[in-house]
């Protein structure tokens, strides 16, 4: 079992940055390949990037790409998005989620295939 905390998210005006968070418990989180999805009120939740169990790779939706970054840490066992840039458009709940693999380069674009999410946490741009 492992209990993801995502946090970092706030109010910021169109323009700015922020960083995510997403502390994991109860397992280590080197076993996992990790994404970041986010949910707008109204929408599906959508794909947002996701990273290897080693961090050797990164995938991003096209609409965050070259703003966004994926990176993590599995010495501390968490996991980031850097969100620069932010757009309006990029207000949502954020999700992370993690996705248990044996390989080293696996990573998913999917909701489908993670089997562990946090609570999220609130991103708002203003205009």
């Known amino acids: 079992q492992v209990q993801l905390v995502e946090s970092g998210g706030g109010l910021v005006q169109a323009g700015g940055s922020l960083r995510l968070s997403c502390a994991a418990s109860?397992?280590?989180?080197?076993?996992?390949?990790m994404g970041w999805f986010r949910q707008a009120p109204g929408k599906e939740r959508a794909f947002v990037a996701a990273i290897t169990r080693g961090g050797g790779s990164t995938y991003y939706a096209d609409s965050v790409k070259g703003r966004f970054t994926i990176s993590r840490d599995n010495a501390k066992n968490t996991v980031y998005l850097q969100m620069n840039s932010l757009k309006p458009d990029d207000t949502s709940v954020y999700y992370c989620?993690?996705?248990?693999?044996?390989?080293?380069?696996?990573?998913?674009?999917?909701?489908?295939?993670?089997?562990?999410w946090g609570q999220g946490t609130q991103v708002t741009v203003s205009s």
């Open positions: 109860g397992r280590t989180l080197s076993s996992f390949a």
């Open positions: 989620g993690a996705d248990r693999t044996f390989s080293e380069t696996y990573y998913s674009t999917n909701g489908a295939a993670y089997e562990y």
